[in-house]
């Protein structure tokens, strides 16, 4: 039993053996310890064809290339040999070691399974594969690089950017072509074209290569701080020389797509200093110098005249604004036409820029173009800089006088047309009567004497109110009237009289001359007619009362007899008073 | 005695000095014609500055700053002479060309109806003109009101009477417009912005916002004052705050 027992084993294992040998499924790996940075083949062949081929999930690795099939048969004496091959391109993952796990297929009936492969990553090895390897010899022989002038520049401070390819001399590239353009974010730039591509000799790291300029730009940063200038990548074709010969003895070579990048550039780019920045700084960085020109500075009114405003020199030419001109309100401009002259290259910007303004006076007279003032900031000083223009004065010899800022413009076409107004509208000569008065003067309105001279005349009206009445008082009153008359009749003519009242001689002769001279002032009697008859009848003729001329008689007569007569002085007081009131009755009568 | 002296002696001074002033007026205007406005500008201003002025003095004055081209100190003397001499031919003609070379355009918000006639009825005469108009009706009025209580005939009184009646009338008129003119006289306080470029601000300090901008020899009316500040009104209606070392008042006297 227990010899029976053994040989079926025995002889089960030897058939087993037998379709072991008829079918091989098994797995191959270019090596097992490589590089993070090398690739891996991993073959899977067999001996004989068969369905449903899976592979191991390559969880580490990427796929660089396969599932490539090859299948060879071969005859040989006689003999047959048939191979498949599964074959993959791996890239490493990551670093270690890592199980590639097994594959399956079914072959006839039977499902075959590949043992497990372990393989080691390693660190990224310096040459990743042998100079043989194509790849290899491609990746190290070429290289773009970009090549900035100034890696801390000014805000606005132009740098240029120049990228090149370098080629080792013993490879050749057949095609290239721009995969990703850097768009040069935060910055103002202009492409310099390059005229065909001239194939240069130069040193890379000490080596010798062959350089072609590809791209050349200028670059102004728009801001401060870091800025990331992107890559440049490049798709190109090289042919490598392989060992291999072709049938006429040359070098076989081998054609590989490349990517190269030129790597990105960080600029640190630094503000433009705060301390001593113009108030009128709008921007301008470089060299630059600065004008304003007029075309003509004596004109006519209404003819047209030109100022510009012009900025030449080297620096961010289109990137600040030109100082706008301020004119005088009554001069009309256009919008100002904007040229720009310039041309880039290397070295940034460079050129004019200039403003044109077209002016027209409307009025005589002198107009002044303000002084205008342009700041840069000098890249040579690190300062900033400041031109002013200085002012220029507009002459506008003839033309109508703007009389008011008003718009009352007919009246000045008419003044303009009289030949005669024109000489007032000429700027007036000084004035040559000073008329000087004191500076401080005091008002009259307003002052004391303004009040009381204002008021006082209002006064007069009652005081001729009381005047009136006193009048109308003393008209009513005629028994005084006829007192006051005697009195200034008496005292008009009786005052020497009165004087000598008392003396009696003196008295009389008064007297009688006072009333003598009364009848002289009133009747024109001349002296040698003063006889009493005379009088008499004068006095009747006009029409004079009979007792009054009677009693004027008795008292001329009273005056000869008093002479020789002694009389007193109530007597003297009484004739006195008689002659008085004789006279205020004759003055009254006599017509 | 001695008072009297010293009467006669300030007197005779006084009148030199006027003499002095008018030969120095004279030299000056002499160096003006001669092209020399630099000095003859320091001989006018050597006669303001004894406290004597005129229209004339002015006017010359600003005719020479224009002739150098200095725009804020020729309208601020124009106007200064258009205060002393409102209706001046010779003024107001100069005057236009110096405006010309400013830079802010301001319109004259017009005036118009009823205010815009009282307004020129008004600055027909200064207010003490005004006051002696008024001051002389008043006379009239008290002579016609005598002849009116005086006289007899009673075409020749009621004459009288109404004309006195008017005289009196036309008396507050006079005042009325005495007083007005006072007024207008005491708020105008124009003044010329000196500053080549004057931000005028909101408020009446440095961190309000700026309302707009004013440019060398524009004329404004100055309303307020705080500290450092005037608040200033321009003739479109426009009102602001600046810095009181931009702007030079006119009216100083």
Same mark, same amino acid.
């Given at each position: 039993?227990?010899?029976?027992?053994?040989?079926?084993?025995?002889?089960?294992?030897?058939?087993?053996?037998?379709?072991?040998?008829?079918?091989?499924?098994?797995?191959?790996?270019?090596?097992?310890?490589?590089?993070?940075?090398?690739?891996?083949?991993?073959?899977?062949?067999?001996?004989?064809?068969?369905?449903?081929?899976?592979?191991?999930?390559?969880?580490?690795?990427?796929?660089?290339?396969?599932?490539?099939?090859?299948?060879?048969?071969?005859?040989?004496?006689?003999?047959?040999?048939?191979?498949?091959?599964?074959?993959?391109?791996?890239?490493?993952?990551?670093?270690?070691?890592?199980?590639?796990?097994?594959?399956?297929?079914?072959?006839?009936?039977?499902?075959?399974?590949?043992?497990?492969?372990?393989?080691?990553?390693?660190?990224?090895?310096?040459?990743?594969?042998?100079?043989?390897?194509?790849?290899?010899?491609?990746?190290?022989?070429?290289?773009?690089?970009?090549?900035?002038?100034?890696?801390?520049?000014?805000?606005?401070?132009?740098?240029?950017?120049?990228?090149?390819?370098?080629?080792?001399?013993?490879?050749?590239?057949?095609?290239?072509?721009?995969?990703?353009?850097?768009?040069?974010?935060?910055?103002?730039?202009?492409?310099?074209?390059?005229?065909?591509?001239?194939?240069?000799?130069?040193?890379?790291?000490?080596?010798?290569?062959?350089?072609?300029?590809?791209?050349?730009?200028?670059?102004?940063?728009?801001?401060?701080?870091?800025?990331?200038?992107?890559?440049?990548?490049?798709?190109?074709?090289?042919?490598?020389?392989?060992?291999?010969?072709?049938?006429?003895?040359?070098?076989?070579?081998?054609?590989?797509?490349?990517?190269?990048?030129?790597?990105?550039?960080?600029?640190?780019?630094?503000?433009?200093?705060?301390?001593?920045?113009?108030?009128?700084?709008?921007?301008?960085?470089?060299?630059?110098?600065?004008?304003? *020109? +007029?075309?003509? %500075?004596?004109?006519? &009114?209404?003819?047209?005249?030109? @100022?510009?405003?012009?900025? #030449?020199? /080297?620096? $961010?030419?289109?990137?600040?604004?030109?100082?706008?001109?301020?004119?005088?309100?009554?001069?009309?401009?256009?919008?100002?036409?904007?040229?720009?002259?310039?041309?880039?290259?290397?070295?940034?910007?460079?050129?004019?820029?200039?403003?044109?303004?077209?002016?027209?006076?409307?009025?005589?007279?002198?107009?002044?173009?303000?002084?205008?003032?342009?700041?840069?900031?000098?890249?040579?000083?690190?300062?900033?800089?400041?031109?002013?223009?200085?002012?220029?004065?507009?002459?506008?010899?003839?033309?109508?006088?703007?009389?008011?800022?008003?718009?009352?413009?007919?009246?000045?076409?008419?003044?303009?047309?009289?030949? *005669? +107004?024109?000489? %007032?509208?000429?700027? &007036?000569?000084?004035?040559?009567? @000073?008329?000087?008065?004191? #500076?401080? /003067?005091? $008002?009259?309105?307003?002052?004391?004497?303004?009040?009381?001279?204002?008021?006082?005349?209002?006064?007069?009206?009652?005081?001729?109110?009381?005047?009136?009445?006193?009048?109308?008082?003393?008209?009513?009153?005629?028994?005084?009237?006829?007192?006051?008359?005697?009195?200034?009749?008496?005292?008009?003519?009786?005052?020497?009289?009165?004087?000598?009242?008392?003396?009696?001689?003196?008295?009389?002769?008064?007297?009688?001359?006072?009333?003598?001279?009364?009848?002289?002032?009133?009747?024109?009697?001349?002296?040698?007619?003063?006889?009493?008859?005379?009088?008499?009848?004068?006095?009747?003729?006009?029409?004079?009362?009979?007792? +009054?001329?009677?009693?004027?008689?008795?008292?001329?007569?009273?005056?000869?007899?008093?002479?020789?007569?002694?009389?007193?002085?109530?007597?003297?007081?009484?004739?006195?008073?008689?002659?008085?009131?004789?006279?205020?009755?004759?003055?009254?009568?006599?017509? | 005695?001695?008072?009297?002296?010293?009467?006669?002696?300030?007197?005779?001074?006084?009148?030199?000095?006027?003499?002095?002033?008018?030969?120095?007026?004279?030299?000056?205007?002499?160096?003006?014609?001669?092209?020399?406005?630099?000095?003859?500008?320091?001989?006018?201003?050597?006669?303001?500055?004894?406290?004597?002025?005129?229209?004339?003095?002015?006017?010359?004055?600003?005719?020479?700053?224009?002739?150098?081209?200095?725009?804020?100190?020729?309208?601020?003397?124009?106007?200064?002479?258009?205060?002393?001499?409102?209706?001046?031919?010779?003024?107001?003609?100069?005057?236009?060309?110096?405006?010309?070379?400013?830079?802010?355009?301001?319109?004259?918000?017009?005036?118009?109806?009823?205010?815009?006639?009282?307004?020129?009825?008004?600055?027909?005469?200064?207010?003490?003109?005004?006051?002696?108009?008024?001051?002389?009706?008043?006379?009239?009025?008290?002579?016609?009101?005598?002849?009116?209580?005086?006289?007899?005939?009673?075409?020749?009184?009621?004459?009288?009477?109404?004309?006195?009646?008017?005289?009196?009338?036309?008396?507050?008129?006079?005042?009325?417009?005495?007083?007005?003119?006072?007024?207008?006289?005491?708020?105008?306080?124009?003044?010329?912005?000196?500053?080549?470029?004057?931000?005028?601000?909101?408020?009446?300090?440095?961190?309000?916002?700026?309302?707009?901008?004013?440019?060398?020899?524009?004329?404004?009316?100055?309303?307020?004052?705080?500290?450092?500040?005037?608040?200033?009104?321009?003739?479109?209606?426009?009102?602001?705050?600046?810095?009181?070392?931009?702007?030079?008042?006119?009216?100083?006297?």
């Amino acid at each position: 039993m227990n010899t029976l027992k053994h040989i079926t084993i025995l002889f089960i294992l030897l058939t087993s053996s037998i379709t072991f040998a008829q079918v091989k499924f098994e797995t191959k790996v270019s090596k097992t310890k490589f590089g993070v940075n090398e690739r891996l083949r991993i073959d899977f062949v067999m001996n004989k064809d068969g369905d449903n081929f899976n592979p191991p999930d390559f969880a580490n690795f990427t796929v660089v290339a396969g599932p490539n099939t090859s299948v060879s048969n071969s005859w040989l004496n006689g003999k047959h040999s048939y191979s498949k091959t599964y074959s993959y391109f791996l890239a490493p993952k990551r670093k270690g070691k890592i199980k590639i796990n097994s594959a399956t297929i079914e072959i006839g009936k039977n499902i075959f399974k590949t043992k497990a492969v372990t393989v080691e990553v390693t660190n990224a090895v310096k040459r990743p594969n042998d100079p043989d390897n194509v790849e290899g010899v491609a990746s190290e022989s070429i290289h773009l690089v970009a090549e900035v002038s100034k890696t801390d520049p000014y805000l606005n401070e132009a740098i240029t950017v120049v990228y090149k390819l370098y080629v080792s001399t013993d490879i050749g590239v057949s095609n290239w072509r721009e995969v990703d353009n850097p768009r040069y974010n935060d910055f103002w730039s202009q492409k310099i074209d390059v005229k065909g591509l001239r194939i240069q000799n130069g040193k890379y790291k000490g080596k010798d290569y062959r350089y072609v300029v590809l791209k050349k730009a200028v670059l102004y940063p728009q801001k401060s701080g870091k800025l990331e200038i992107e890559p440049l990548t490049l798709d190109l074709t090289v042919e490598v020389p392989t060992r291999r010969k072709n049938i006429f003895g040359g070098r076989h070579m081998a054609e590989v797509n490349r990517t190269v990048s030129a790597g990105s550039r960080t600029l640190n780019v630094k503000p433009l200093p705060e301390k001593g920045q113009p108030d009128d700084f709008t921007g301008a960085v470089g060299d630059f110098k600065f004008n304003v *020109i +007029t075309s003509k %500075s004596e004109l006519n &009114a209404s003819e047209s005249l030109q @100022a510009r405003v012009e900025v #030449i020199g /080297k620096g $961010n030419l289109k990137l600040f604004e030109l100082p706008k001109l301020t004119l005088p309100s009554s001069l009309e401009v256009y919008e100002p036409e904007h040229n720009e002259n310039v041309r880039t290259n290397l070295g940034g910007m460079q050129g004019s820029i200039s403003d044109n303004y077209t002016i027209i006076p409307q009025y005589r007279g002198k107009y002044p173009i303000p002084s205008v003032s342009f700041s840069y900031f000098d890249l040579q000083t690190e300062t900033y800089k400041r031109v002013s223009s200085g002012e220029i004065i507009i002459d506008v010899i003839e033309g109508p006088i703007n009389n008011s800022s008003g718009d009352d413009n007919l009246a000045i076409a008419d003044s303009n047309k009289k030949g *005669i +107004t024109l000489n %007032s509208d000429q700027f &007036a000569f000084v004035k040559t009567e @000073a008329n000087l008065q004191p #500076i401080l /003067k005091n $008002n009259f309105f307003k002052s004391a004497g303004f009040w009381s001279s204002l008021l006082v005349p209002f006064l007069v009206i009652p005081l001729a109110m009381f005047y009136r009445k006193k009048r109308d008082e003393r008209n009513a009153d005629v028994f005084g009237n006829k007192i006051r008359k005697a009195d200034r009749l008496a005292k008009r003519y009786l005052s020497e009289a009165k004087k000598s009242l008392g003396n009696k001689e003196a008295f009389y002769i008064a007297l009688e001359k006072a009333l003598h001279n009364y009848l002289k002032a009133k009747l024109r009697i001349e002296t040698s007619d003063f006889s009493k008859e005379k009088i008499e009848e004068i006095l009747i003729e006009r029409q004079v009362d009979e007792p +009054t001329v009677i009693e004027f008689i008795s008292i001329l007569e009273h005056c000869e007899l008093a002479r020789y007569t002694p009389i007193t002085n109530v007597e003297m007081q009484q004739d006195y008073e008689k002659a008085a009131s004789t006279i205020s009755i004759i003055d009254k009568e006599i017509k | 005695m001695m008072k009297h002296l010293i009467y006669i002696l300030t007197f005779l001074i006084s009148t030199l000095s006027f003499a002095q002033n008018e030969t120095v007026f004279e030299q000056a205007n002499t160096l003006y014609n001669e092209g020399k406005f630099d000095d003859a500008l320091e001989k006018y201003k050597a006669v303001l500055e004894t406290e004597q002025h005129s229209a004339a003095l002015y006017f010359n004055m600003a005719n020479a700053h224009y002739k150098l081209n200095h725009i804020a100190p020729s309208i601020y003397f124009y106007e200064k002479a258009l205060l002393l001499k409102p209706n001046d031919k010779d003024i107001k003609n100069n005057i236009a060309y110096a405006r010309n070379m400013t830079i802010d355009d301001i319109e004259i918000v017009p005036e118009v109806g009823f205010s815009r006639l009282i307004k020129t009825v008004t600055n027909t005469m200064s207010f003490d003109n005004w006051a002696k108009t008024a001051v002389g009706l008043v006379v009239f009025f008290v002579v016609l009101f005598m002849v009116y209580y005086f006289s007899y005939s009673t075409s020749k009184k009621r004459f009288a009477f109404v004309s006195s009646l008017a005289c009196l009338l036309l008396v507050f008129v006079a005042l009325a417009f005495a007083f007005h003119k006072y007024k207008l006289a005491d708020n105008n306080r124009p003044a010329i912005v000196f500053a080549k470029e004057a931000q005028i601000k909101s408020e009446p300090n440095l961190r309000s916002s700026e309302a707009f901008k004013l440019h060398e020899g524009t004329k404004v009316q100055v309303l307020d004052t705080v500290s450092n500040w005037k608040k200033i009104k321009l003739s479109d209606g426009k009102t602001g705050w600046v810095a009181s070392i931009d702007i030079k008042m006119v009216k100083n006297f």
